[in-house]
């Protein structure tokens, strides 16, 4: 059974630093691309970056790009997320999702999600 | 960037009924399309991929349909647990992967 577990989130105040991690098993870990997902309290989702099972392709959405880095490591089955400067508008559910394949397609399988709040 | 617009953005139905949900992309994406189920509380689950193929696991009165800019997910017998918002994804050559705003499906 594939279980992805997030961990990291908490409260910390706007321009500070944080960093997500999941611990994925139930499959083999580096077969398959990886994600970020995030959903703000009451809204929708939004995708936040993906990572491909070697690290050679990475994508982040604008809201993101060159606050938030994506990675991964693939002997500890481990996929992270260094948030930096953040902001309020960051303050949302995280979620790791496990993608369809190797490539950044679909997101087959999620997880429960950590809660990040941004506020001082 | 390509958006996806998602109609109805709420719809109230009967147990039994064919419920049917539109996802329209800002240009063509060929047939790179999700469609995603989420209770509240809890993280979303993929119903559909490439448009039209059913997730292993999934009812099949679910499906879906389309290509291009135009798609839709079908329920075809509403049951009492499908009571949910769906929403639908893209993604592209670009490492863009957007979703739309959603779709809540509730109790007439």
């Known amino acids: 059974e594939v279980q992805l577990v997030e961990s990291g989130g908490g409260l910390v105040q706007p321009g500070r630093s944080l960093r997500l991690s999941c611990a994925a098993s139930?499959?083999?870990?580096?077969?398959?691309?990886m994600h970020w997902v995030r959903q703000a309290p009451g809204k929708g989702l939004e995708w936040v970056s993906g990572?491909?099972?070697?690290?050679?392709?990475?994508g982040y959405a604008d809201s993101v790009k060159g606050r938030f880095t994506i990675s991964r490591d693939n002997a500890k089955n481990s996929l992270y997320l260094q948030m930096n400067s953040l902001r309020a508008e960051d303050t949302a559910l995280y979620y790791c999702a496990k993608d369809f394949g190797a490539a950044l397609t679909y997101f087959q399988h999620w997880g429960q999600g950590t809660l990040v709040t941004v506020s001082s | 960037a390509i958006q996806l617009t998602q109609s109805p953005s709420s719809l109230s139905a009967s147990v039994g009924d064919r419920v049917t949900i539109t996802c329209r992309a800002s240009q063509g994406i060929s047939s790179a399309l999700a469609w995603y189920q989420q209770k509240p509380g809890k993280a979303p689950k993929l119903l559909i991929y490439d448009a039209s193929s059913l997730e292993s696991g999934v009812p099949s009165r679910f499906s879906g349909s389309g290509s291009g800019t135009d798609f839709t997910l079908t329920i075809s017998s509403l049951q009492p647990e499908d009571f949910a918002t769906y929403y639908c994804?893209?993604?592209?050559?670009?490492?863009?992967?957007?979703f739309g705003p959603g779709t809540k499906v509730d109790i007439k």
């Open positions: 994804q893209q993604f592209n050559s670009y490492l863009i992967f957007t």
């Open positions: 990572i491909s099972w070697n690290s050679g392709s990475i």
């Open positions: 139930g499959f083999t870990f580096d077969d398959y691309a």
